[in-house]
């Protein structure tokens, strides 16, 4: 018991003790603080910066790496924790976001957004100490992009908050490319394309099967303005874009065989589960009468397309080369 007592007034147990916070959902811990970062959401992210980053003509030496990959996944986590920070408030309506842990009561919003702001800043400093001014001001712009301007302005006012806001997320293999090379080029923002199209159909399918979700909440996705058998057709419709602009790679010369061949497999696979959703069983008004199977399909599907795409890209730029 003495030495209980003793632990809990040292400088350790309160800082300990600092990441705790008392919720209705009970003590909480660490954990909590790194889902702010909207874990993994920053995969994906930090995935799409490495291969900017690998592809590019030059390589970084080892440490520079690692801290490009690391500026750009605090960077990422930083906007995620701004959006959860300003989106309390109908996060704690929709049933997939009510446990996070700003609406769950275990983070207080004060606390979120500074947590947000300082590593933001820092993300941002580290990567102009470590590698250039570009490649940090693409960096800051992307967080301000995600967290002000998608998530406090086009989220919540227009059904094209996922096409205009999907630049957000399309940023990092510009900063992984201008890291390396101080410079930008045309596969990095051929790349910067590939993910900004692909976000629309990737969310959209998504939104299809928790369109109630976003509906009680008065979040103006698509399927809610427009109605689901107008979003089927545009996640087809963009299928379809996608597909042409991964090839744009090939046709320019930046990329082999190989890539070529993994593109158009790919994009064929995207195309139909856009298809499926398209003609899935409907009634009157476009909604599925199978529980959405097909757009669930989808957006799985879209995962692996964009993770694999850039396998192919990687594989063809750096092991083929």
Known sequence: MQASSGLSASPLARFLGALRVEGHAGDTALQDWVALLKPRVISLVVFTGLAGMAVAPKWPSVPVGLVIIACICVGAGAAGAINMWYDRDIDAIMKRTRVRPVPGGRV????????????????????????????AGILAFSIFFYGVIYTMWLKRSTPQNIVIGGAAGAFPPMIGWAATMGSLDVLPVVMFAIVFLWTPPHFWSLSLYACKDYESAGIPMLPVVKGARHTRWQIVIYTFILGAVSLVPSVVGQCGWFYTVCASLLDLGFIYYGLRVLFDRQDEKGNSLTKDKPARHAFRYSLAYLFFLFCGLLIDRVLLA
């Open 108 to 135: 207080e919003p004060t606390s979120a957004l500074v947590y947000a702001v300082v590593l933001s800043v820092a993300s941002v400093v580290l990567l102009w100490l470590a590698t250039n001014l570009l490649a």
